[in-house]
Each structure stands twice: as structure tokens, then as C-alpha cells.
């Protein structure tokens, strides 16, 4: 087998648990994930001459990610539902309580279908992947004013929505 081809291979075998869980968070709904990561690695593909000696496939790929999924919402404005399940990770070493965890996720869900695609987005970006405002901003292609109102508006509609959550996005307030 072709060594380019097998390192390829390798790379979406390692990266696509966690390339599926950040589409999710961005999508909101399982099968719209898997669909934009097997585009974003199929433009990978095309790319993984020059990637693969890089090592910037990962991020390649995430940004491909994330710039398709803001032409789809160009293209199309339909009303969102996420009826599947946030995908779990593995590892880590206590056992957390299950009944609140569920109860977390279940509440964490219903909140972010309140809020818009481009919000989810910026949420996903600054929060899940710990990006700067400006990384956020030229990933998805926007200002940095953009980034900065939506993550705004989007945390003020978490708080008025699901206040239970209180803990989980005080990190949004002004520590970055």
C-alpha cells in the first residue's frame, strides 16, 4: 500500500471522534455531522500531498469544516432539531455521577437548539475548541466584532434559556 495513502488512512482513523464531536456541536444533529466530516476529509484527501509533510492536516481539516458549514447555512435556512446524542468521549479516570450528567447534556442540548447556527458556531469555536476571537473570526470567515456579538447574544440567550447552566458558561463572561 501506498505509505501517503496508509498515513491518510491513519489520520482518519485517530482524528474523526473528535472531528465528529466538534461537527456535532456545530450542527446540532448526528447525521449533518457525519456528512460535513466526510466532506471536510474528502478535500483533505485531495489536499493530503502537501498536508501530510505540514502536520497541519488536523487543522486543515477543521477549517474546511467549519467554512463549509457556514456556506450551508448561506444556502439554506431550515429549522433545526437535534435529536441525536452528543457523541462521548473517552478516558478520564473518575466515575461522574450519570443521572446529573445525563440531566446536563439533556438541558445542555435544549438550550443550544435556542440558539441561531452562527451562535452554536462561535460557542463551539471560543468554548469547545478554546479559540481566540480572531482564530473564531477567520475560521468562520467573519469580523471579529461578529464573532464578539454572537458570542454575546448567544451566551445571554443560554442564561435566559437554561440558568441552570450557570457553571458551564461563566468561563464566557470577561476572563478572555
Same mark, same amino acid.
Given at each position: 500500500m501506498d505509505p501517503v495513502l496508509s498515513e491518510f488512512e491513519a489520520f482518519v482513523r485517530t482524528r474523526t471522534p %473528535?472531528?465528529?464531536?466538534? %461537527?456535532y456541536l456545530l450542527t446540532g444533529d448526528q447525521h449533518l455531522a457525519e456528512d460535513l466530516v466526510q466532506s471536510a476529509l474528502a478535500r483533505t484527501h485531495r489536499s493530503w500531498d502537501r498536508l501530510h509533510h505540514s502536520g497541519n %492536516?488536523? %487543522?486543515y481539516t477543521r477549517k474546511v469544516m467549519y467554512h463549509l458549514q457556514v456556506s450551508w447555512w448561506?444556502? !439554506?435556512r431550515v429549522a433545526e432539531s437535534m435529536p441525536g446524542d452528543l457523541p462521548e468521549t473517552s478516558g478520564g479516570d473518575s466515575a461522574p455521577d450519570h443521572a446529573q450528567q445525563t440531566a446536563l447534556r439533556v438541558t445542555l442540548r435544549n438550550a443550544l437548539t435556542k440558539l441561531s447556527a452562527k451562535q452554536r458556531?462561535?460557542?463551539v469555536l !471560543? =468554548? =469547545?475548541e478554546d479559540r481566540?476571537?480572531?482564530?473564531a473570526a477567520d475560521l468562520l470567515g467573519v469580523t471579529v466584532g461578529t464573532v464578539k456579538s454572537q458570542t454575546s447574544k448567544a451566551l445571554a440567550k443560554l !442564561?435566559?434559556?437554561a440558568p441552570e447552566l450557570a457553571e458551564l458558561y461563566v468561563l464566557g463572561g470577561s476572563t478572555r
Open positions: %473528535a472531528l465528529l464531536r466538534s %461537527a %492536516a488536523e %487543522a448561506r444556502r !439554506r458556531a462561535v460557542l !471560543r =468554548f =469547545f481566540t476571537e480572531s482564530e !442564561r435566559s434559556v
